[in-house]
């Protein structure tokens, strides 16, 4: 018997993975595998703002080494001098926006150095949302291996970004919601360096995290910090000038 049921929506058939991914420890790489699949998206990287001021990284995928410690950098004090600042604070909540397309002349001098030109990023598309008081900052890049997006792929990114936004949104506000060691359970599988950790240096940072889990299985004191990748970052930029 022929089904009569409607036609899926493109857009949102396109990121049903990522849609069936939400919750789940994976969803970095199922988001990066489908973006790359529909836009040729090379890097995602995904902030958290709140009206208040602060800034925090989610989300780093792809193929920018540097991510995580452009991440840090961003979320330290570059957010400030972001110039899409004020058109995602000027935005209507749950409404998707959509940003300009990028300029590398938008950029300060030191901005454009440390996350474009010391990072091999030679395009960048990007949309947000707001839920409540937290914008979630979804970006998308290119590096010169790639080459800039093509006219083709950047109307594709502004056809599925709705969905992706929202998707984002919805897997960050889960994770806020669950347990503490399921938290840091979805960072073991999917940041570098923490996924190379062995399973005991991970228990050991799970403890440190998470006062709540110590006293459970393996008695291991507080592991050595982890270096400040944001000094890191600005300290080798300042070393090639």
């Given at each position: 018997m022929r089904s009569h049921g409607m036609a899926p929506n493109p857009a949102t058939a396109d990121v049903t993975p990522a849609v069936l991914a939400i919750g789940r420890a994976d969803f970095p790489n199922i988001l990066i595998d489908t973006l790359r699949r529909q836009a040729g998206v090379g890097h995602c990287m995904v902030f958290a703002l709140t009206r208040a001021g602060a800034a925090r990284c989610l989300l780093d995928a792809g193929n920018i080494p540097t991510g995580s410690d452009l991440g840090a950098a961003y979320a330290g004090q570059f957010h400030e001098f972001d110039p899409n600042r004020d058109m995602l604070f000027e935005a209507e909540a749950g409404a998707p926006i959509m940003l300009p397309s990028f300029s590398p002349h938008m950029y300060g001098a030191r901005?454009?150095?440390?996350?474009?030109?010391?990072?091999?990023?030679?395009?960048?598309?990007?949309?947000?949302?707001?839920?409540?008081?937290?914008?979630?900052?979804?970006?998308?890049?290119?590096?010169?291996?790639?080459?800039?997006?093509?006219?083709?792929?950047?109307?594709?990114?502004?056809?599925?970004?709705?969905?992706?936004?929202?998707?984002?949104?919805?897997?960050?506000?889960?994770?806020?919601?669950?347990?503490?060691?399921?938290?840091?359970?979805?960072?073991?599988?999917?940041?570098?360096?923490?996924?190379?950790?062995?399973?005991?240096?991970?228990?050991?940072?799970?403890?440190?995290?998470?006062?709540?889990?110590?006293?459970?299985?393996?008695?291991?004191?507080?592991?050595?910090?982890?270096?400040?990748?944001?000094?890191?970052?600005?300290?080798?930029?300042?070393?090639?000038?």
């Open positions: 901005y454009r150095k440390i996350f474009f030109n010391d990072s091999d990023i030679v395009d960048k598309c990007a949309t947000a949302i707001w839920t409540g008081d937290t914008c979630f900052y979804v970006n998308f890049y290119r590096i010169t291996s790639q080459g800039r997006f093509g006219d083709a792929e950047r109307a594709r990114l502004q056809t599925i970004a709705p969905a992706i936004g929202a998707c984002v949104a919805r897997h960050f506000q889960e994770a806020a919601a669950a347990a503490p060691d399921q938290n840091l359970a979805a960072l073991f599988a999917t940041r570098t360096p923490l996924s190379a950790l062995t399973p005991r240096e991970q228990e050991v940072c799970r403890r440190s995290a998470c006062p709540e889990l110590r006293g459970r299985g393996i008695d291991a004191g507080r592991p050595a910090a982890l270096p400040d990748a944001e000094s890191s970052l600005l300290t080798q930029s300042g070393s090639h000038r």
